[in-house]
T-cell receptor
Framework: GAVVSQHPSRVICKSGTSVKIECRSLDFQATTMFWYRQFPKQSLMLMATSNEGSKATYEQGVEKDKFLINHASLTLSTLTVTSAHPEDSSFYIC????????????FGSGTRLTVV | GQQLNQSPQSMFIQEGEDVSMNCTSSSIFNTWLWYKQDPGEGPVLLIALYKAGELTSNGRLTAQFGITRKDSFLNISASIPSDVGIYFCAAPEGGSEKLVFGKGTKLTVNP
């Protein structure tokens, strides 16, 4: 089945540093990937749509300069949280659509970011 | 934007009981998806529905796509402890690949 691999699963970083999260489609190509943020006991909030070979599309209220997205190949999208602050601590999840909607959106296992 | 109203917010049941949860919207959707999320993990797709009126099963899980295309329900029969988790309904926004999510139903199963 379609698998989306996300790495790292958890990361702790100091305030002011940058953190990169990787999202890979392992057995399919994904021209589009999605990045979500999830606060405790809440639903998933779409941050941006990552498009292979072009700029990401950010949702309203999401700072594009803070959350840098790069989708350089058909199997890899990265989210970089720049100059991280404690309020950026959250659970970040990526997803992709393998082979159209017939299979449904597949999610990565998430990254727990803690900024200290 | 489009919203999905999911209920109940939480459920506490005994092992062996059946469970039902649903999602409604004022908007029409062409696809309904049901996911389960375990703590510290990403959501896992349980059932996908593509046609109004469609009734689909996956083991002890059954989901239906409402005939009006504005609602869907998920039933779990004979619950077991590993059914514990948060269940989300989701649907692609009209004319877009972006998913709209319900707020989730947290299920607790007492052995």
């Amino acid at each position: 089945g379609a698998v989306v691999s996300q790495h790292p699963s958890r990361v702790i970083c100091k305030s002011g540093t940058s953190v990169k999260i990787e999202c890979r489609s392992l057995d399919f190509q994904a021209t589009t990937m999605f990045w979500y943020r999830q606060f405790p006991k809440q639903s998933l909030m779409l941050m941006a749509t990552s498009n292979e070979g072009s700029k990401a599309t950010y949702e309203q209220g999401v700072e594009k300069d803070k959350f840098l997205i790069n989708h350089a190949s058909l199997t890899l999208s990265t989210l970089t949280v720049t100059s991280a602050h404690p309020e950026d601590s959250s659970f970040y999840i990526c997803s992709a659509i393998p082979g159209g909607t017939a299979i449904g959106y597949t999610f990565g296992s998430g990254t727990r970011l803690t900024v200290v | 934007g489009q919203q999905l109203n999911q209920s109940p917010q939480s459920m506490f049941i005994q092992e062996g009981e059946d469970v039902s949860m649903n999602c409604t919207s004022s908007s029409i959707f062409n696809t309904w998806l049901w996911y389960k999320q375990d703590p510290g993990e990403g959501p896992v797709l349980l059932i996908a529905l593509y046609k109004a009126g469609e009734l689909t099963s996956n083991g002890r899980l059954t989901a239906q796509f409402g005939i009006t295309r504005k609602d869907s329900f998920l039933n779990i029969s004979a619950s077991i402890p590993s059914d514990v988790g948060i269940y989300f309904c989701a649907a692609p926004e009209g004319g877009s690949e972006k998913l709209v999510f319900g707020k989730g139903t947290k299920l607790t199963v007492n052995p």
